[in-house]
Nanobody, 121 residues
Framework: VQLQASGGGLVQAGGSLRLSCAAS????????LGWFRQAPGKEREFVTA????????WYEDSVKGPFTISRDGAKNTVYLQMNSLKPEDTAVYYC???????????????WGQGTQVTVSS
């Protein structure tokens, strides 16, 4: 499966952004989909993931509440709605797809190219 992330940008603290990740290729519904982020000088970290059906989701503790992951099977797209953004949310955000749920990068087989999110104070 090929993943294409979009929707990043520059936003003021307290603002919102919605990231999208469009999938093509193999069956979209076959994969657990997640979002990771990588800030400058830091390792890539797990943000959130959603099951194949969309029935279950997981979040890293710091984004619980302000961030919401969802998926639209008809559009082969996974979304990340980010509200109440903080400067510490600044990072390159990557969508990823895999066969099993996990919070480690190596547990995901497919990756999008990343989209930059910058939150100004």
């Amino acid at each position: 499966v090929q993943l294409q992330a979009s929707g990043g940008g520059l936003v003021q603290a307290g603002g919102s952004l919605r990231l999208s990740c469009a999938a093509s290729g193999r069956t979209f519904s076959s994969y657990i989909l997640g979002w990771f982020r990588q800030a400058p000088g830091k390792e890539r970290e797990f943000v959130t993931a959603i099951t194949r059906s969309g029935g279950s989701t997981w979040y890293e503790d710091s984004v619980k509440g302000p961030f919401t992951i969802s998926r639209d099977g008809a559009k082969n797209t996974v979304y990340l709605q980010m509200n109440s953004l903080k400067p510490e949310d600044t990072a390159v955000y990557y969508c990823a797809g895999g066969g099993v749920y996990g919070t480690r990068s190596y547990e995901y087989d497919y990756w999008g190219q990343g989209t930059q999110v910058t939150v100004s104070s």
